[in-house]
């Protein structure tokens, strides 16, 4: 499974980064938002791309079929490594056939079903991106639908990857990869907690005081 970092914080990229297990960086106009840069866009992304040598999703702000297709041009001119994000509506799937025709790869975003999911994989999006946690917020379960974008998946010769994402915790991502989930995006609070378990911290803590009574 890949693992992406969902942020736009340029502090927690460079550390998730550093690990050397981070395989891309998807961004949204709220996460662009909630940084406050007074840098621009564009230049932000590049700074991204510049600390990831992997797929960047940058999302579109257009929602108008040929705004979508301009944006979407100017956005992947940035980098040899930029997925255009584009909304599963009537436009967002046809632009992505357009852009996707024309090379540019494109993560299709706010995937609610699996019939959504069939449409972006149809119109050649590189990546879909079912939002689990947003789902689990309405009482329905994010899973399920990842369980069942696979299953459509697995009958077909589609290379559209599923890329989960709205990640709250470090079980969905598990239970992603049980499903063979391709990627999983999620922030960089939830990539530290990946590494912790109370026994693990319990462990070492043993093994240090042990050795200290030799």
């Known amino acids: 499974m890949k693992f992406f970092i969902d942020s736009a914080n340029l502090e927690e990229i460079k550390s998730a980064a550093a690990f050397g297990i981070v395989d891309g960086v998807t961004t949204n106009p709220s996460?662009?938002?909630k940084e406050g840069s007074q840098e621009s866009f564009e230049d932000l992304v590049k700074e991204i791309c510049d600390i990831v040598k992997g797929p960047v999703s940058a999302e579109v702000l257009s929602t108008e079929y040929s705004e979508m297709i301009s944006e979407g041009r100017?956005?992947?001119?940035i980098d040899e490594n930029i997925v255009v994000k584009?909304?599963?509506?009537e436009d967002g799937v046809k632009a992505t056939k357009?852009?996707?025709d024309e090379g540019i790869n494109v993560n299709v975003?706010?995937?609610f079903s699996p019939s959504q999911a069939l449409l972006a994989a149809k119109a050649?999006?590189?990546y879909v991106s079912p939002f689990v946690g947003r789902l689990d917020d309405v009482s329905s379960s994010g899973m399920d639908l990842v369980l069942d974008i696979c299953e459509v998946y697995a009958h077909y010769a589609y290379?559209?990857?599923?890329?989960?994402?709205?990640?709250r915790h470090p079980m969905h991502i598990v239970e992603a990869?049980?499903?063979?989930?391709?990627?999983?995006?999620?922030?960089?609070?939830v990539f530290t907690q990946l590494f912790k378990h109370p026994l693990t911290d319990i462990g070492l803590e043993r093994f240090l005081k042990d050795w200290g009574k030799k």
Do not use: H, N, Q, W
């Not at 100017?74 to 001119?77: D, F, Q």
């Open 31 to 33: 996460l662009v938002s």
């Open 74 to 77: 100017k956005l992947a001119g």
């Open 86 to 89: 584009l909304p599963m509506t």
């Open 98 to 100: 357009t852009l996707s």
């Open 109 to 111: 975003t706010l995937v």
């Open 124 to 126: 050649g999006a590189a």
């Open 159 to 167: 290379e559209t990857e599923i890329l989960v994402a709205s990640v």
């Open 177 to 189: 990869a049980k499903m063979g989930a391709d990627v999983a995006t999620f922030p960089y609070r």
